[in-house]
């Protein structure tokens, strides 16, 4: 099997590494990873400025640009073939509930699956790495899973996994669950510049405002790692009618007369 492995904390990011290490026996593994750290870059790509991929000394590729463009490039004529998986991660905090939206972990797994490739967005639900070791073991689980059952051939899918930083022993089994969401975030912190300007810097996630049961939220809380598909349609099918209704009644021009 032919992974392609990303993150958005950067290439030198223990998560990264934890991740090739624990899954590099299952396949050929190829890292091409951002530079620096890019969290919260979503789906972002570089258009008006330069690429540039450079390797580390250990093998690692690295290049100055967000998650997506790591991935966006490696697809599109750096690895010169097509994967059968994309992994990205392993994140440092959650990306739980709304955080999906603006994730560079899940923004580089998202990418892999635009493109028709199975993709998985691994997170820990709490910063600093610890236990970093139990969660790299469950992602190598799922990934082996994945392979021996064939779940990478053919039909392509997105999966957002976020795994308890807990010691191996006490991490629950995987739960299959929906996104929960969070209240807005905190207020935005205001600082006087040596410049004398007024800098501003964003607040904080807020907590959790639907965490009920079903919820990643509620399965990550209860020590399970979850399992949320993702799809990327963001259509409101639910409302097409209701606006199509209202849409009726715009003005006409001729064309419509």
Same mark, same amino acid.
């Given at each position: ?10 290439? %030198? &990011? ?7 290490? @624990? ?14 750290? =890019?969290?919260? !870059?979503?789906?972002?790509? #570089? ?10 000394? *250990? ?8 998650? $997506?463009?790591?991935?966006?490039? $490696? ?6 073939? +097509? ?7 392993? =994140? ?12 560079? #972990?899940?923004?580089? $797994? ?8 199975? @993709?998985?967005?691994?997170?820990? #639900?709490? !910063? ?6 139990? $969660?790299?073991? /469950? ?20 999966? *957002?996994? *976020?795994?308890?930083? /807990?010691?191996?022993?006490?991490? /629950? ?7 929960g969401r969070r209240h807005a975030a905190e207020k935005v912190i205001a600082q006087d510049s040596p410049h004398g300007q007024t800098m501003y810097w964003i607040g904080a ?13 509620? &399965?990550?809380? %209860? ?17 097409? +009618?209701?606006?199509? %209704?209202?849409?009726? %009644?715009?003005?006409?021009? /001729?064309?419509?007369?």
């Amino acid at each position: 099997m032919k992974i392609l492995l990303s993150n958005d904390d950067g290439y %030198q &990011a223990p998560g990264i590494v934890a991740l090739y290490d @624990a899954i590099r026996d299952l396949g050929e593994v190829e890292v091409v990873a951002p530079e620096h750290n =890019n969290s919260a !870059k979503s789906n972002a790509l #570089t258009l008006h400025a330069p690429l540039y991929v450079n390797e580390a000394s *250990n093998g690692f590729r690295y290049v100055n640009g967000t998650p $997506a463009d790591c991935v966006h490039i $490696a697809l599109t004529g750096l690895l010169g073939y +097509r994967p059968d998986l994309v992994v990205s991660g392993i =994140n440092n905090g959650a990306n739980m509930g709304d955080d999906t939206i603006y994730s560079g #972990t899940v923004g580089a $797994a998202m990418e892999g699956y635009l493109f028709g490739i199975p @993709a998985v967005a691994f997170s820990q #639900t709490e !910063k600093g790495w610890a236990n970093l070791d139990a $969660a790299a073991r /469950k992602a190598r689980e799922l990934v082996q899973f994945l392979a021996a059952h064939h779940r990478t051939d053919g039909a392509h899918w997105l999966l *957002n996994v *976020n795994i308890p930083n /807990k010691a191996y022993e006490e991490l /629950k089994p995987f739960k299959v669950c929906r996104l929960g969401r969070r209240h807005a975030a905190e207020k935005v912190i205001a600082q006087d510049s040596p410049h004398g300007q007024t800098m501003y810097w964003i607040g904080a996630a807020g907590p959790a405002k639907d965490d009920a049961e079903g919820t990643d939220f509620h &399965a990550a809380l %209860q020590g399970h790692p979850t399992i949320t598909p993702l799809k990327v349609d963001l259509t409101d099918h639910d409302a097409l +009618r209701y606006w199509s %209704q209202a849409a009726s %009644q715009l003005p006409q021009g /001729k064309a419509g007369a």
